[in-house]
């Protein structure tokens, strides 16, 4: 007979077939699943945004339909090298570089096949487009999932302070139950020690000096090595520059702005030019309109209407209100970090790409460095800025060690960061 075991396992068998058959066909049938599209995005992201979208003008032309209104071989030709084809007076680069400001596009070592990914990501773009990346607006970014810290320490002195009252309660009741159980069976039950006596006795006295004496000095050291840190430090800036809309929603790399990073000890701040590279063409954002563009325009000297720099003016420097600053006692490099260590910006700055208004992250404290040093692993493989480090090489092969942390290789030397 068919039990209704065998009924409930053959339903759940079917039920979780029919899930995953459902789950490969929307994969099979996502146009963004694909290798080509894939690295189609990646090649997009990192060397197209600063200058093109696929639905809208930027620097450069609008990309959706650029593979049915040119010619692929030419497109190959184009993307390589834009001004070979323009010195050629080929008619078609003529008329985009005319267009277009005469804007020199960059050219690219890109091969073939990975133009012709490109090609793959803007045509899925165009023809499925995804949905739209939010707005920049003021609205705070979404809180992280573990909680602010002063979140936590609330929640934990909350919990606490139940735990003690229920500690109470149950000490009382005890006492009292006790108390009943003693005088049932006839024996003597010594008077209750009002509550008052007790918190006032000597003995409580002393312990409470002794608490109040342990936070005092614990507030104390804690507020001294928090002097001239500006963790959560998010001043108005002379612009309102937003790196939710740049770095989130129009995905420009951070050293497209920032090219110091992975060259030497500063970041660097980019200058007006740089922006011009896009502003040039793009005069209105989403939220200020023209306000805020105006006056990286007023900075340089731009005309908006003749799109011409003003002959003879005297451009004037932004003057940007520095948001992380370190002890000058103190050495840091940012490309030892970027370019030799692989350290993504958001370990430090957090996540940039969220923040409306840009504020500083962490403590940027020596703890807090220390820490990191200790539980970051560096990435020996193939990476010849470690290659000196021959017995770290030895013992990883070897697996005596199984990996290597910035500790490891002098991380926690005093020299290394204090000068």
Known sequence: MFSIRRFSLLFTFFVLLACNLSSWAQDAADPRAGEAY??????????????????????????????????????????????????????????IYTEYNKTVMPAFSLSNADIDALLTYIKVETDNP???????????????????????????????????????????????????????????????????????????????????????????????????????????????????????????????????????????????????????????????????????????GWDPDKLQYIPNYEQKPVEWVRIHNLPDHVYFNHSQH???????????HGPVEEMEVMKQNASLGMGWCINCHRQTNVNFSGNEFYKSYEKLHEDLKSGKIKQVTVEDIGGLECQKCHY
């Open 338 to 348: 970027v370019k030799a260590g692989g350290v993504a910006c958001q370990t430090c």
């Open 38 to 95: 894939k690295k189609g995005q990646t090649i997009f992201t990192g060397q197209c945004t600063s200058c093109h979208r696929i639905n809208q003008k930027l620097v450069g032309p609008a990309l959706a339909g650029v593979y049915d209104k040119y010619d692929k071989e030419w497109l190959y030709k184009w993307i390589k090298n834009s001004q070979d084809l323009i010195k050629a007076n080929d008619p078609k680069a003529v008329a």
């Open 130 to 300: 995804a949905a739209a990346a939010p707005a920049a607006t003021g609205a705070a970014a979404p809180a992280p999932a573990g909680g602010s810290p002063n979140t936590i320490t609330l929640f934990l002195t909350i919990i606490a302070a139940v735990l003690l009252s229920v500690a109470f309660i149950l000490s009382r009741i005890t006492g009292t139950l006790g108390k009943m159980v003693r005088e049932k069976m006839g024996e003597l039950v010594p008077d209750a020690i009002p509550l008052g006596k007790i918190l006032f006795s000597k003995k409580m006295m002393a312990l409470g000096s002794l608490a109040v004496l342990i936070f005092l000095g614990y507030a104390t050291v804690d507020s001294a090595t928090k002097l001239g840190r500006q963790q959560g430090y998010a001043p108005a800036q002379p612009i309102k520059f937003s790196h939710q809309l740049h770095a989130g929603v129009n995905k420009i790399d951070c050293q497209y702005c920032h090219s110091g990073a992975s060259k030497g000890k500063s970041a660097v701040i980019p200058s007006p030019s740089l922006c011009m590279n896009c502003h040039k063409a793009v005069n209105q954002g989403p939220k200020y309109g023209k306000e805020e563009i105006a006056k990286i325009y007023k900075a340089v």
